[in-house]
């Protein structure tokens, strides 16, 4: 048994079990207002379908009906309560699962948690469980208090961090630290490269990792290859 890590770029990763599937934060939509997207989306239309979406937060590039209706199309998308509000006002017809901050859901083989990210006023993060791994993904969020403390003690398997630094996400000397306080064994850079200016270079993570003597492996995936976790963690 084992878990398949397929990443979309930005925030969004698959997660395929033999038990189910999960999707954090995909988008494969059009960038709004006067954002430019660097690279058009790798997947065919209509040709993944999860059980569920995890959303952290109602922004364009974590939360997009556009990718639910044409490219990653769940059976029921999980968030905040903003979130919720958001898929009301969407008018799409897909069940909503509100998951606020400390809340947790077992379905389809994955045991999930929402955790703390301070970013929006009800942004959060999540801790997903399934075949025997830990995975986190924070979402956007800033190095902060806020932040750090509810997830102190997390101990994931893989650590899926925001590097970028601009727009409430911290930046990628900070993500290293947060690995390193998490205490993963394989840190994840993620939230650069898809959106002009607001984008970050990978080896400044990785660097900030080694350079550190933590115990934390940086590991930077590859957009639109499977991955296997055993392969990430070196097992």
């Not at 709004?32 to 109602?58: M, Q």
Request: glycine share 8%.
């Amino acid at each position: 048994m084992s878990v398949s890590i397929f990443w979309l770029g930005q925030a969004g990763v698959i997660l395929k079990t033999e038990h189910g599937s999960l999707a954090v934060d995909p988008f494969c939509g059009s960038a709004k207002g006067i954002s430019e997207r660097l690279y058009p989306p790798f997947l065919p239309k209509n040709s993944v379908f999860v059980d569920l979406v995890l959303t952290t937060h109602a922004h364009w590039d974590h939360f997009d009906p556009e990718t639910y209706r044409d490219y990653v199309i769940p059976k029921a998308i999980v968030g905040p309560g903003s979130c919720m509000a958001a898929l009301e006002r969407s008018g799409l017809e897909i069940p909503g699962i509100r998951l606020d901050r400390r809340g947790t859901l077992e379905q389809n083989g994955f045991k999930i948690r929402a955790t703390a990210a301070d970013h929006d006023l009800d942004s959060v993060g999540y801790l997903i469980e399934a075949e025997g791994y830990k995975l986190y993904f924070s979402g956007d969020a800033l190095f902060t208090a806020n932040t750090i403390i509810p997830n102190i003690d997390l101990s994931p398997d893989l650590a899926f961090v925001c590097i970028n630094g601009k727009l409430g996400n911290m930046n990628a000397y900070e993500a290293a630290a947060f690995c390193r306080i998490l205490r993963a064994k394989v840190g994840i850079p993620m939230h650069y490269e898809m959106i002009r200016n607001n984008t970050e270079n990978p080896k400044e993570f990785t660097n900030a990792l080694e350079r550190s003597g933590a115990a934390v492996k940086p590991f930077v995936l590859e957009k639109g290859r499977e991955y296997r976790i055993e392969e990430i963690l070196g097992e």
